[in-house]
């Protein structure tokens, strides 16, 4: 499928572009492979990964949804909650990923993640019902970072839920769906203020836009301009962003 894509666009040839296709399919997952990739080196770098596996955890977060691009629309955008049938074609996108990558050497570092990221260290998971330390370590980190983005974001089908009250839930399920040594290493950098530059982000120094209507929907980048347009991709609403007095940023809506 990667071959079909770049030549369909010949610019799709990097890691990065791959998996930005899949916020493309669902605009309330902005910024949601950079927040993954970015909680996955910080608490790769505090439970001792060595710097060539924080290397590879920066690309395993980008790419771990990639098999998203097999899910259909009104499935990964549906409002209300999925038919079993639904749901079951959900649960195939970390296979889909696996096979999606697993031609090309330079991906081979990322496969377990992309294939095991839904894995439950109580072996409810899924694809394949591993338990505990059958899970690579590195899945079981994405477990719990991916866990923690899906939960602090807005979705298609129910609001965000605040970072206080997800911890909550990280703590409620170590040793049920999450590894309990990661799940507290995640808890206590939490706790620390650490994972403050990447809750609500889409980039270093960039806050997920909030559209009044939608919510924190707009992914923003850091090279902006200030008279340029952006638009909501819910609601096709048009803002411009405005300095505001303590140097961050506003979208204010632009009249007609
Ligand atoms: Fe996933």
């Known amino acids: 499928m990667f071959e079909l894509l770049t030549q369909v666009n010949p610019s799709l ?7 930005r296709l899949i916020e493309a399919k669902d605009p309330y997952t902005a910024g949601h492979t950079w927040r993954v990739a970015n ?25 771990h949804d990639i098999g998203k691009i097999n899910v259909p629309d009104e499935i ?11 749901f079951a074609v959900l649960k195939r996108h ?10 090309t050497p330079e991906f081979n570092g990322v496969l377990n993640v992309v294939l095991l990221h839904h894995e439950a260290y109580d072996g409810r998971g899924y694809p394949l019902g591993l338990v505990s330390e059958e899970i690579p ?18 979705r298609c089908y129910r609001p965000a839920m605040h970072a206080d009250n997800a911890i909550y839930e990280i703590w409620r399920n170590r040793g049920r769906q999450f590894d309990p040594e ?3 290493t995640f808890i206590q950098l939490y706790r620390d203020g650490l994972l403050e530059h990447v809750i609500g982000h889409s980039d270093f120094g960039v806050k997920v836009g909030a559209c009044p209507q939608c919510g924190p929907v707009i992914e923003l980048s850091n090279n902006h301009h200030l008279d340029q347009q952006i638009v909501c991709p819910i609601c096709n609403t048009s803002y411009q962003l405005q300095p505001t007095t303590n140097g961050e940023w506003q979208l204010s809506s632009l009249a007609g």
């Open 13 to 19: 040839n990097s890691k990065f572009d791959m998996a």
């Open 39 to 63: 909680y996955g080196q910080v608490l790769g770098a505090a439970l001792g990964f060595q710097p060539e596996q924080i290397e590879m955890l920066l690309w395993a977060g980008t790419l």
């Open 76 to 86: 990964l955008c549906k409002p209300g909650r999925l038919t079993d049938e639904e």
């Open 94 to 103: 970390p296979q889909d990923g696996f096979d999606l990558l697993s031609g």
């Open 137 to 154: 370590r590195e899945a079981r980190l994405f477990a719990v970072v991916d866990a923690f983005d899906a939960m602090t974001s807005n």
């Open 182 to 184: 990661i799940a507290d």
